[in-house]
């Protein structure tokens, strides 16, 4: 009871001891026989550095890419890099290594065998050791592509699996299910397409789903080895392509 008539009196910088302890008094029917403000100050003061502690040790520490793509260190030492509008929230000084999120990010996680990595969004919890993974989430679905390492996603409904290195899955309405991984999963983070032997075909989707444009894939078995930048514009990456394998691409 003193502690709410503390914080009802309460204003960073300024607190009102004597209006609080006038308020105890008079809630609890006793009488003010000797001078009790002293004390009564001190109290308070101390209830208040209490309760600035609990609060601060309960707060969420909000990580968030505004603009352009960010890469943020978390206090386990884990990178995650963040899509324009995409958020991680974290309690530090509770459990630095869980952490909530929203939108698109990559998660580089710090090795700790004894503390797993648990990452959950309003639709899945993701749980890893230490890996390299990039999780998309939208309203209605969930997409987790496994770079390194392995981890274990599940659902709110406790359905599950497993992913490992080249793996992606896609969780909708409460089931997961598994997806043809493409080359460059994370390019968005990374900003590069790193293609070693790679058939045109699944180059070409990657692409056109990357730039959101279609491309008439050929019919053909050749294989591409080659680096684009992100911020190249597509058309001189076909331009590239076309050259080096001798196919005509539209």
């Known amino acids: 009871m003193t502690l709410q008539f503390v914080l009802n009196h309460f204003v960073y910088g300024r607190l009102d001891y004597r209006q609080a302890f006038k308020g105890f008094l008079k809630a609890t029917g006793l009488k003010r026989k000797i001078n009790w403000y002293p004390y009564a100050s001190a109290a308070a003061a101390i209830l208040i550095v209490v309760f600035l502690l609990c609060h601060n040790h309960n707060s969420w520490k909000e990580y968030t890419a505004y603009d352009i793509t960010q890469t943020?260190?978390?206090?386990?030492?884990?990178?995650?890099?963040?899509?324009?509008?995409?958020?991680?929230?974290?309690?530090?000084?509770?459990?630095?290594?869980?952490?909530?999120?929203?939108?698109?990010?990559?998660?580089?996680?710090?090795?700790?065998?004894?503390?797993?990595?648990?990452?959950?969004?309003?639709?899945?919890?993701?749980?890893?050791?230490?890996?390299?993974?990039?999780?998309?989430?939208?309203?209605?679905?969930?997409?987790?592509?496994?770079?390194?390492?392995?981890?274990?996603?599940?659902?709110?409904?406790?359905?599950?699996?497993?992913?490992?290195?080249?793996?992606?899955?896609?969780?909708?309405?409460?089931f997961w299910s598994p997806l043809t991984p493409s080359p460059n999963p994370t390019a968005w983070a990374t900003g590069s397409f790193v293609y070693d032997a790679v058939p045109l075909a699944d180059v070409l989707n990657e692409l056109s789903a990357y730039y959101g444009k279609d491309i008439i894939v050929p019919d053909t078995d050749k294989r591409l080895t080659a680096e684009f930048s992100t911020d190249m514009p597509l058309d001189e990456i076909l331009g590239f392509i076309s050259l080096a394998l001798n196919v005509d691409l539209k």
Do not use: Y
């Open 72 to 174: 943020f260190t978390l206090a386990d030492g884990t990178q995650v890099t963040l899509a324009p509008g995409a958020t991680v929230s974290v309690q530090e000084h509770r459990n630095p290594r869980h952490v909530s999120m929203s939108g698109q990010a990559l998660f580089t996680v710090a090795k700790d065998p004894e503390h797993p990595f648990v990452v959950t969004s309003p639709q899945s919890r993701i749980e890893v050791l230490g890996t390299v993974f990039s999780i998309t989430e939208s309203d209605k679905i969930t997409r987790v592509d496994v770079t390194e390492g392995h981890v274990m996603a599940s659902a709110l409904n406790g359905n599950s699996t497993e992913l490992h290195a080249g793996e992606s899955a896609l969780l909708s309405d409460g």
